[in-house]
């Protein structure tokens, strides 16, 4: 079946540094759907970006990713991190089964520090 | 706007008695739902979706049900409750149909069974 890989558990930054959070997953599926969805704490997940085009950079509130089927990736950046930044990201693959399923990752703690 | 609402905001129940989870959207007509489990440290998973009234698909088989009602209702629930049915529950809905879409995520309900 699909499965979404995010290598970090937890990522911890200093303010102003750069973001990468990894994000690699598997489907059988030649179309994939990849999604980032942001989880603040005490709060919802709320979708930052998605992407379904090959080699096009998707951008959104500052974090953009660029999806690569070559090498099945979707990893999310951001040139300067933030401390409002500091949150659960998840990285998401969609499948084209006919029941909308999202299948996640196991997710990564973005903590940025002063 | 539309606004999703889901109760109890959390229980805590013995193993092995009934659950009952709500979730109810306003402010959007034939909203596509779903129900999402979140562990304790664990990913998201779908746990269920459903097109339209009266009609519900499972995704993943955890020993729960789920119901929808009303246009803008979906209920889980189960007779017999597992410990590990622990965790976090969110519903979600989106405007269109197809993996693309964008999910919106209500506030959840936290449940611990002792």
């Known amino acids: 079946g699909d499965s979404v890989t995010q290598t970090e558990g937890l990522v911890t930054l200093t303010e102003g540094l750069p973001v990468m959070l990894n994000c690699t997953y598997q489907?059988?599926?030649?179309?994939?759907?990849l999604f980032w969805y942001v989880q603040h704490l005490n709060e919802s997940p709320r979708l930052l970006l998605k992407?379904?085009?090959?080699?096009k950079r998707t951008e959104h509130q500052g974090f953009h990713a660029t999806l690569h089927k070559s090498s099945s990736s979707f990893h999310l950046q951001k040139s300067s991190a933030q401390l409002s930044d500091s949150a659960l990201y998840y990285c998401a693959l969609g499948a084209t089964g006919g029941n909308n399923k999202l299948t996640f990752g196991q997710g990564t703690v973005l903590s940025v520090i002063p | 706007a539309q606004t999703i609402h889901q109760w109890p905001v959390a229980e805590i129940k013995a193993v092995g008695s009934p659950l009952s989870l709500g979730c109810t959207i306003k402010?959007?007509?034939?909203?596509?739902l779903y129900w999402y489990w979140q562990a304790t440290g664990g990913t998201l998973q779908q746990l269920f979706y459903s097109i339209t009234v009266g009609q519900v698909e499972s995704v993943v088989q955890l020993n729960l049900s789920a119901s929808r009602p009303k246009d803008d209702q979906f209920i889980l629930s189960t007779e017999k409750l597992l410990l590990s049915h622990s965790g976090f529950y969110l519903c979600?809905?989106?405007?269109?149909?197809?993996?693309?879409?964008?999910?919106?995520f209500g506030p959840g309900t936290r449940l611990t069974v002792l």
């Open positions: 979600a809905w989106s405007s269109d149909w197809g993996v693309y879409a964008e999910q919106f």
């Open positions: 489907t059988i599926y030649s179309n994939p759907f």
């Open positions: 402010g959007k007509s034939s909203p596509n």
């Open positions: 992407s379904f085009t090959d080699n």
